[in-house]
């Protein structure tokens, strides 16, 4: 079973709404949670890391942890064509080694 | 600043060829990584280090060999490249606070073994 688990889409949404991408994990013993955006053929970048339970906002991006539910939100509000990426969601497991989902893929549509 | 560097962005082995991939980072960060990534599979961690002159292996570590040279540089080697090895291959580096740390990622080298 893999420790980080995201749907690979594509999540499809228009322009302007507001696009929910979600990660479970089954490692309790993690404590941080990451969240990557992938162009494709660029490199991973970090979009926002979140580290206790509730919300984190940062601009149009809201990270939600759940630790009792073993899942990891990220809502992007006002959803651009800028945004159509690979989202990686990322928990750190043991030795703070960090554990890849395998992404999802948004496009956001005209 | 140039963040993480990686060389070279392209290459192409032979089966059974051997051949270095260098990263270097300037952001005085304690801990480097190398990934490498495969369709479908994400970023899965090939060896790590957590300061000079340390290694360790992550999940997928057969088949290559690290040396951390200094703080800022640390390498990734096929001694005898095989098929499989085909992919690309991401350099991180972060501060290492405990796990807290954002990893900063190289732009990477793809990697075709023939």
């Known amino acids: 079973q893999k420790e980080v688990e995201q749907n690979s889409g594509p999540l499809s949404v228009p322009e302007g709404a507001i696009a929910s991408l979600n990660c479970t994990y089954s490692d309790r013993v993690s404590q941080s949670f990451f969240w990557y955006r992938q162009y494709s053929g660029k490199s991973p970048e970090l979009i926002m890391s979140i580290y206790s339970n509730g919300d984190k906002e940062d601009g149009r991006f809201t990270a939600q942890l759940n630790k009792a539910s073993q899942y990891v939100s990220l809502l992007i509000r006002d959803s651009q064509p800028s945004d159509s990426a690979t989202y990686l969601c990322?928990?750190?497991?043991?030795?703070?080694?960090?554990?890849f989902g395998t992404g999802t893929r948004l496009q956001v549509t005209l | 600043n140039a963040g993480v560097t990686q060389t070279p962005k392209f290459q192409v082995l032979k089966t059974g060829q051997s051949m270095t991939l260098q990263c270097a980072q300037d952001?005085?960060?304690?801990?480097m990584y190398w990934y490498r990534q495969d369709p479908g599979m994400g970023l899965r961690l090939i060896y790590y280090s957590a300061s000079e002159g340390t290694t360790d292996k992550g999940e997928v570590p057969n088949g290559y060999n690290v040396s951390r040279l200094n703080k800022r540089e640390f390498s990734l080697r096929l001694e005898s490249a095989a098929p499989s090895q085909t992919s690309v291959y991401f350099c991180?580096?972060?501060?290492?606070?405990?796990?807290?740390?954002?990893?900063?990622f190289g732009p990477g080298t793809r990697l075709t073994v023939l």
């Open positions: 952001m005085n960060h304690n801990s």
């Open positions: 991180a580096s972060s501060e290492d606070r405990g796990g807290t740390d954002t990893q900063y």
């Open positions: 990322a928990a750190t497991g043991t030795a703070s080694k960090l554990t």
